[in-house]
């Protein structure tokens, strides 16, 4: 059965990005639908798969990450408004029936993602 799933790594300070604020939405051309939202647990994922079964169809899809709530909480020192903040992530499902794994590598001033399975 396919899914959609993430996870954050802080990779500045080597943890898990644990307490991270999660959106997920469909996006249909200029119209954005609001699928959910999750929290990243103490390892970095969320405790269900974000999207799975009949709710998980091809598209295109947006995750958005709340990062910059989670590192003023971990009291990383920046100026603000921070460099980075809300960090949208945007890719195609083609292939609904897949696992899709789509993870946050964070420090404060750089990111990157792939695609996992």
Known sequence: MGRLTTHVLDTAQGQPGQGIVIEVFRI???TSEHLGSVVTN???RCDAPILEGDAFTAGEYEIVFHAGDYLRA??????EPRFLDVI???FGV???SQHYHVPLL???YGYSTY???
């Open 115 to 117: 695609r996992g399975s």
């Open 106 to 108: 964070l420090s404060p």
């Open 42 to 44: 103490h390892d970095g």
């Open 28 to 30: 249909s051309g200029d």
């Open 94 to 96: 083609a292939d609904a």
């Open 74 to 79: 971990q009291g990383i020192d920046a100026d």
């Open 88 to 90: 949208p992530l945007r």
